[in-house]
């Protein structure tokens, strides 16, 4: 399988110098990306691929379920990097219907150390019980539960001392919280996008994902 991966990257290469000779000097010179994602590591959900950008114009994180915590340190020197030294201007959570961490999380079953990773989101699903409890089917409330979650991770992202302290300094960053559906592969925007002078999220919208 390692050889066929080498295959295909030889393939992938030639193809993109014979398409822009320049492509690969000008990525090793500078790295400038528009967006940084904070995404699932579900192998579904490639962040530049569902959102249409190339190599270089998106700084990514990921982590199962998009879970934002406090205390984890690679997210945070991510998001710091991003924030001090790439400038980026885009923060973008991004969750996704059907996912296995949020499935996880609302199953009675042992999964590992995973379980110590998903208690954040157990948390959610019992603030939010009402909320949940008006989806007809567990797939929907699931789905729900993980569109509360983009929106949690936005305003845990917002309440870091890295986008506080760039805030003060009067920063133009924006963070937004966004939802894709692996049956359409479709993007939908939470409406939960925070920026400068404005610290208020509520909760999403039902939304239509799709068959």
């Known amino acids: 399988m390692l050889t066929d991966l080498l295959a295909r990257n030889r393939v992938w290469s030639a193809s993109r110098q014979e ?3 320049e492509y690969f000097m000008r990525l090793a010179a500078l790295q400038v990306p528009e967006y ?4 699932c590591s579900d192998s579904r959900v490639p962040a530049n691929v569902v959102a249409g950008l190339d190599p270089g114009e998106v700084f990514v994180h990921r982590n199962v379920a998009n879970t934002i915590h ?3 340190m690679n997210l945070l020197s ?3 990097f991003a924030v001090e030294a790439l400038k980026v201007r885009e923060i973008i959570v991004c969750g996704h219907y059907g996912c296995g961490g949020v499935r996880a999380a609302t199953e009675d079953l042992p999964h590992g150390l995973v379980d110590h990773w998903l208690e954040a989101i157990r948390r959610l699903s019992r603030a939010y019980a009402v909320d949940l409890g008006r989806e007809p ?3 929907g409330r699931r789905d729900r539960l993980a569109e509360f979650n983009v ?3 936005v305003r845990r992202v917002c309440e870091t001392p890295i986008l506080q302290r760039a805030w003060r300094r009067m920063a133009n960053v924006r963070v937004h919280g966004l939802i894709y559906g692996l ?3 479709r993007l939908r925007d939470l409406d939960c996008t925070i ?4 610290f208020r999220v509520d909760l999403p919208h039902r939304l239509d994902h799709g068959p």
């Open 19 to 21: 398409q822009e000779p």
């Open 36 to 39: 940084f994602w904070i995404g």
């Open 70 to 72: 406090s205390s984890d």
């Open 78 to 80: 991510a998001l710091e």
């Open 137 to 139: 089917d567990i797939e």
């Open 151 to 153: 929106v949690e991770g």
């Open 183 to 185: 049956k359409d592969g």
């Open 195 to 198: 920026g400068p002078g404005h």
